[in-house]
Protein backbone atom coordinates (compact mmCIF):
# COMPACT_ATOMS: atom_id res chain seq x y z
CA UNK A 1 0.00 0.00 0.00
CA UNK A 2 2.76 2.13 0.59
CA UNK A 3 4.86 1.57 -2.09
CA UNK A 4 1.03 2.31 -4.43
CA UNK A 5 1.32 5.46 -2.83
CA UNK A 6 4.76 6.55 -3.48
CA UNK A 7 4.67 5.41 -6.84
CA UNK A 8 1.34 7.34 -7.29
CA UNK A 9 3.75 10.59 -6.19
CA UNK A 10 6.35 9.72 -8.98
CA UNK A 11 3.90 9.05 -11.58
CA UNK A 12 1.30 11.73 -10.97
CA UNK A 13 -1.58 9.46 -10.86
CA UNK A 14 -4.41 10.05 -8.90
CA UNK A 15 -6.01 7.52 -6.43
CA UNK A 16 -8.14 5.71 -5.00
CA UNK A 17 -8.41 5.75 -0.97
CA UNK A 18 -11.10 3.64 0.98
CA UNK A 19 -10.21 4.53 4.93
CA UNK A 20 -12.34 4.85 8.18
CA UNK A 21 -13.19 8.85 8.77
CA UNK A 22 -12.86 10.23 11.89
CA UNK A 23 -17.10 9.16 12.55
CA UNK A 24 -15.98 5.64 11.82
CA UNK A 25 -17.29 5.61 8.31
CA UNK A 26 -15.31 4.04 5.72
CA UNK A 27 -15.02 6.27 2.64
CA UNK A 28 -13.64 5.78 -0.30
CA UNK A 29 -12.48 9.19 -2.34
CA UNK A 30 -10.36 9.61 -5.61
CA UNK A 31 -7.51 12.08 -5.12
CA UNK A 32 -3.99 13.43 -5.60
CA UNK A 33 -1.44 11.69 -4.06
CA UNK A 34 0.50 14.59 -1.70
CA UNK A 35 3.14 13.55 0.84
CA UNK A 36 4.11 11.16 3.49
CA UNK A 37 4.97 12.91 6.87
CA UNK A 38 3.81 14.56 10.14
CA UNK A 39 1.88 18.00 8.96
CA UNK A 40 1.21 21.37 10.41
CA UNK A 41 -2.61 20.74 11.26
CA UNK A 42 -2.10 17.97 13.61
CA UNK A 43 0.56 18.43 16.91
CA UNK A 44 1.06 14.54 17.50
CA UNK A 45 4.00 14.34 15.23
CA UNK A 46 2.55 11.02 13.58
CA UNK A 47 3.49 10.49 9.82
CA UNK A 48 0.61 10.76 7.40
CA UNK A 49 -0.77 9.79 4.38
CA UNK A 50 -1.79 13.20 2.44
CA UNK A 51 -3.65 13.49 -0.41
CA UNK A 52 -5.44 16.00 -2.36
CA UNK A 53 -9.72 14.79 -1.86
CA UNK A 54 -11.11 15.53 -5.12
CA UNK A 55 -14.73 13.97 -4.49
CA UNK A 56 -15.39 14.85 -1.13
CA UNK A 57 -18.89 16.64 -0.61
CA UNK A 58 -17.76 19.97 0.82
CA UNK A 59 -15.35 19.73 -1.77
CA UNK A 60 -11.85 19.77 -2.85
CA UNK A 61 -9.21 19.85 0.22
CA UNK A 62 -6.19 18.08 1.32
CA UNK A 63 -6.87 15.36 3.75
CA UNK A 64 -4.04 13.46 6.64
CA UNK A 65 -4.76 10.00 7.46
CA UNK A 66 -3.20 7.87 9.56
CA UNK A 67 -1.80 4.31 8.47
CA UNK A 68 -4.28 2.33 10.52
CA UNK A 69 -7.18 4.41 9.23
CA UNK A 70 -6.45 3.24 5.54
CA UNK A 71 -8.01 0.29 4.44
CA UNK A 72 -6.48 0.54 0.74
CA UNK A 73 -4.75 2.97 -2.07
CA UNK A 74 -4.85 2.23 -5.79
CA UNK A 75 -3.19 3.94 -7.73
CA UNK A 76 -5.17 4.91 -11.10
CA UNK A 77 -3.98 5.43 -14.72
CA UNK A 78 -5.48 8.81 -14.78
CA UNK A 79 -2.76 11.86 -14.67
CA UNK A 80 -2.56 15.07 -12.51
CA UNK A 81 -0.78 18.10 -12.83
CA UNK A 82 0.19 19.03 -9.08
CA UNK A 83 -0.12 22.49 -10.52
CA UNK A 84 -3.79 22.37 -10.71
CA UNK A 85 -4.10 22.04 -6.52
CA UNK A 86 -0.84 22.78 -5.42
CA UNK A 87 -0.99 26.69 -4.44
CA UNK A 88 1.62 26.80 -1.34
CA UNK A 89 4.96 26.86 -0.28
CA UNK A 90 5.99 23.44 -1.21
CA UNK A 91 8.04 21.39 1.85
CA UNK A 92 7.39 18.19 0.90
CA UNK A 93 8.77 14.87 3.30
CA UNK A 94 8.42 12.57 -0.06
CA UNK A 95 11.22 13.80 -3.03
CA UNK A 96 9.70 13.78 -6.12
CA UNK A 97 10.10 15.50 -9.87
CA UNK A 98 7.07 18.10 -9.71
CA UNK A 99 9.25 20.31 -11.53
CA UNK A 100 8.48 24.36 -9.65
CA UNK A 101 5.91 21.85 -6.91
CA UNK A 102 8.66 19.50 -5.78
Known amino acids: MHETF ?12 TFC ?6 RTRTGYPMDFG ?12 WFWDCDSPGGPHAVGLLPSQVHSILETDRQFAPASFVSWPCNWHVSRDWGAFS
Do not use: W
Not at 38 to 49: A, N, Q, V
Open 6 to 17: LAAIYACHSVQV
Open 21 to 26: AEDGEV
Open 38 to 49: PGRRFKDGLSRY
